[in-house]
């Protein structure tokens, strides 16, 4: 399902990305990577595995002292059948996101 209007992810006062494109899959608004915010990701070495959309990658935030630890996920190769969140980025833990 493919979301229209604008949508924000909020961490700490911080907006981490804002898109009117965003994917909606299980309840979860991905975002278009290239409208994440860089200066606060960090690198992560977690991987998780979806049964149907397939390997996934973290990024922890960091910023004004305060920390998230794998925050962010996305799908860099994802399965046959999950190609709408290929490009993107989720969010869960303390991050919000309003629509």
């Not at 606060?40 to 910023?63: D, F, I, M, N, Q």
């Not at 799908?75 to 046959?80: F, V």
């Not at 969140?85 to 309003?98: I, L, T």
Request: with cysteine.
């Amino acid at each position: 399902m493919v979301h229209s209007g604008p949508v924000k992810a909020i961490w700490n006062d911080l907006v981490l990305a804002e898109s009117d494109d965003t994917v909606v899959v299980e309840g979860r608004h991905y975002f278009p990577r290239e409208s994440l915010r860089d200066d606060v990701l960090r690198e992560s070495a977690t991987h998780t595995t979806c049964p149907w959309k397939g390997l996934a990658s973290y990024y922890s935030l960091a910023a004004d002292g305060a920390d998230s630890r794998d925050a962010v996920w996305f799908y860099p190769e994802p399965k046959a059948g999950a190609e709408a969140v290929a490009g993107r980025v989720a969010f869960w833990k303390d991050v919000r996101v309003e629509a």
